[in-house]
């Protein structure tokens, strides 16, 4: 081929993108309440660096010659207990939680809550970092050669890569490690979902309230008016906070042994669906109310993070099962642990 003419116009486009996140919260405590504060949950971008210190917390830790349990146990307790006398100032004990003996429930009457360890650490990390490039290029023209052929010519082309990766770390330690995942009977198809508004409600019945989320319309808690007072008053009239087990407690009330909770369970006629109506008022229906046929007691587990649109953590799903609507339908029942 030979060239005689020539037009020939090329344009070219480049884009790289590369974002890096990181996050890093550290809380802790001392006694029997965990700080309930807002603010610092909602605080982001909290860097924590602990690790100079961490060293020489652990090298003392190591070296120490204290005359309590937790020398005789797991090495990691005692370098818990110099960080949180680190934090605090005050010189505090750690146990061993498999010390701790817990009776599962044998009727349904309510279950008290394990004995509170008496510190808590709450650590979460989180890491991502993407990349994104891309390259265009496109040449047009004509050409016309030595013999008079006409060669019209259009390309394009694109070149494209892309990469994410992701770290999550989440570790609760002491009080801070006790589960409140109650029960909660989804009705439109969809997974728990929870509001972002919260409201005070005792949770882990031990007299004080917490700040928690509801369910969002469509959803509601499995709930025992053990009372008879026509209302949710704490914890223990849920499934679960108890216990950390709300579908063992549930299994309970299963007179017949079926593996079902049915109308030929004493219980079923108590127990309760605590939701929102769709103006937002909680009401309180039975079972029937509720087209509740029979509530399985099989689950699997389903761990899944509930976040709301600011990546912020409302709830984490543990398992789920199903349950039987009288007109037919099927219906899901999950054990989600709140964030309080």
């Not at 025992?224 to 087990?245: C, K, M, Q, V």
């Not at 939701?275 to 007691?297: C, F, M, T, Y």
Request: aromatic residues 6%; negative net charge.
């Amino acid at each position: 081929m030979k060239i005689a003419n020539a037009n020939l116009q090329m344009a070219s486009s480049h884009l790289r993108q590369s974002m890096t996140e990181s996050r890093e919260t550290l809380k802790a405590w001392v006694g029997q309440r965990r700080p309930d504060s807002e603010q610092s949950r909602r605080s982001e971008g909290l860097r924590v660096s602990l690790s100079d210190q961490a060293k020489s917390l652990q090298s003392s830790a190591e070296t120490s010659q204290a005359d309590d349990k937790t020398e005789k146990t797991d090495p990691k307790l005692a370098l818990i207990r110099s960080m949180l006398e680190y934090l605090t100032g005050r010189k505090i004990d750690l146990f061993d939680g498999s010390n701790l003996q817990t009776d599962s429930p044998a009727t349904a009457a309510p279950v008290a809550p394990p004995p509170n360890a008496g510190y808590g650490i709450e650590y979460d990390l989180h890491q991502s970092h993407s990349e994104f490039e891309q390259t265009s290029f496109s040449a047009s023209g004509s050409v016309t050669t030595a013999d008079g052929k006409t060669i019209n010519f259009d390309l394009q082309l694109t070149m494209q890569r892309s990469f994410y990766e992701e770290t999550n770390l989440r570790v609760r330690i002491g009080d801070a490690a006790k589960t409140t995942d109650p029960l909660v009977l989804n009705f439109n198809g969809n997974a728990t979902q929870l509001t972002d508004q919260r409201f005070a409600f005792d949770l882990n019945s031990d007299g004080s309230k917490e700040q928690i989320n509801f369910v969002r319309p469509g959803s509601g808690f499995l709930a025992f008016d053990r009372n008879h007072d026509g209302a949710i008053n704490n914890g223990s009239e849920l499934f679960g906070p108890n216990t950390g087990d709300g579908f063992a407690e549930l299994a309970e009330l299963d007179n017949d042994k079926n593996g079902w909770i049915d109308e030929n369970d004493t219980a079923y006629q108590q127990l309760k669906v605590w939701r929102n109506k769709d103006d937002g008022e909680p009401e309180l229906q039975s079972l029937k109310e509720a087209g509740v046929g029979a509530i399985s007691l099989n689950r699997i587990e389903t761990p899944f993070q509930v976040k709301n649109n600011a990546n912020q953590l409302l709830g984490e799903i543990r398992s789920s099962g199903i349950f039987l609507q009288d007109d037919g339908r099927t219906g899901t029942i999950q054990q989600i642990d709140l964030t309080v």
